[in-house]
């Protein structure tokens, strides 16, 4: 009879911990832009910067390399916010990182759109690139901020 008792009453804490949490909803907003296959890396990981008119200018961050493959982003900034997010470079060796990357690159273009900045959630499964492509988009910011 003790034992049922503590059962029941570690069931029922567990329940409304779970019930308690908050799901995960990624934001809908912003305009955002993959480019499906990887560039070929034409800047061989130094950042470049090009000003356009109307205070827009695309910066392209480092190409971070990763245990998969290399990552890299071009990050489009009209005045002081980010407009739009292509990804350059990806893992694509094998079908599974390809399988992988289609998922995860739309997800983290998303979340940095969203944010506004490259202090985003990994994405689930793809570690590796989600820490490639936030070191890469922080390093356009970077950029962006010194001119």
């Known amino acids: 009879m003790r034992r049922a008792v503590i059962t029941a009453s570690a069931t029922a804490a567990g329940v409304v911990l779970l019930l308690s949490l908050k799901p995960h909803e990624p934001s809908t907003t912003g305009a955002i832009s993959t480019t499906p296959a990887p560039a070929p890396a034409a ?5 470049s910067a090009a ?8 910066l392209t961050g480092t190409a971070v390399n990763t245990r998969y493959g290399p990552v ?30 289609t998922y995860a690159v739309p997800q983290l273009n998303q979340e940095a ?15 590796y690139t989600s820490d490639g492509y936030t070191r890469s ?3 356009a910011l970077d950029q962006a901020a010194k001119q």
């Open 137 to 139: 988009l922080q390093s």
């Open 113 to 127: 759109m969203a944010a506004q900045s490259a202090h985003i959630d990994v994405v689930s499964g793809a570690t």
């Open 72 to 101: 890299q982003v071009r990050v489009t900034m009209d005045g002081g916010a980010i407009s739009k997010i292509d990804v350059i470079q990806y893992p694509t060796r094998d079908r599974r990182d390809r399988e992988i990357n």
């Open 51 to 58: 000003p356009q008119s109307g205070g827009t200018r695309t």
């Open 43 to 47: 800047t061989g990981g130094t950042a």
